[in-house]
C-alpha cells in the first residue's frame, strides 16, 4: 500500500494520509516525479524510454518514461528519483544523485468517478552512452534507445505514451530546443504546457 499525503498545497502541512488507488475519487491532488533519462552521441540526443508491463493494472503495454513514480508521504523529490531510478531502471545512486530538478507540469483528468489532478515533478539525467538500463521490479517489459525526434514524432501521432509522459516529453522538447519560436503553434503549445496550476 502506498499512501499520499492530503495538502492543501505542496509543502504545506499534511491533513492526513490516503491510499493511492483513491486519491483520485476524493479529487486529492496528487504529486509525482518524472524523470527524462537521455544519452548525447554525436551532438544528437536519445531518450531511454520504457514499455510498461502488459500485466501492470493501469496503461498496460504503453510507452513510459525510463523512470516516473508517485510520491508517497514521507520521502523529498530527490529520494524518490533516486528510489525510482534503481527499482524501475537498475540505474545506482552514483548516476541517480546526478538528476537535476528542471521543473514542473500538471494536468487535470476526468474519467467516470475518477478526477485526477497531478503535479509532475520534472527531471533529467543525462547517462553515460554505454548504460542500459535493467528494470528491478517487473513493471516494464523493455527499454528501447530512441531519438529525440523519432520520440517527438511518436507523441505527435500515435497514442502510444502514457499520456501524462507526453507533458514532461513535450517540457524536455521546448527546454532543449527541439520545439522552437519557428515552430507553427509554439506560443499556443507552450501557454498551454504552462497553464496548469501546480501548487
Not at 109 to 128: A, M, Q, S
Amino acid at each position: 500500500m502506498q499512501l499520499y499525503p492530503v495538502t492543501s498545497s505542496y509543502g504545506m502541512p499534511v491533513y492526513f494520509s490516503l491510499e493511492r488507488a483513491a486519491a483520485p475519487y476524493f479529487g486529492i491532488k496528487a504529486y509525482g516525479v518524472h524523470m527524462n533519462g537521455y544519452i548525447e552521441k554525436h551532438g544528437e540526443k536519445s531518450l531511454w524510454i520504457g514499455k510498461r508491463s502488459d500485466e501492470k493494472q493501469t496503461y498496460p503495454g504503453m510507452l513510459d518514461h525510463l523512470v516516473a513514480g508517485g510520491l508517497p508521504y514521507g520521502i523529498s523529490c530527490k529520494e524518490n528519483i533516486i528510489k525510482e531510478c534503481e527499482e524501475e531502471a537498475g540505474i545506482p545512486r552514483s548516476m541517480s544523485t546526478n538528476a537535476t530538478s528542471v521543473g514542473a507540469v500538471s494536468y487535470m483528468d476526468i474519467n467516470g468517478f475518477r478526477y485526477k489532478r497531478d503535479v509532475l515533478f520534472c527531471y533529467d539525467l543525462r547517462l553515460p552512452v554505454d548504460f542500459v538500463p535493467n528494470n528491478e521490479d517487473g513493471e516494464v517489459d523493455s527499454f528501447r534507445l530512441i531519438p529525440v525526434p523519432h520520440a517527438a514524432n511518436i507523441i505527435r501521432r500515435t497514442d502510444f505514451f502514457k499520456s501524462n509522459c507526453n507533458l514532461v516529453i513535450i517540457d524536455f522538447l521546448f527546454r532543449h530546443g527541439y520545439i522552437n519560436p519557428d515552430c507553427n503553434g509554439y506560443l499556443k503549445l507552450l501557454t498551454s504546457l504552462r497553464s496548469g496550476d501546480c501548487s
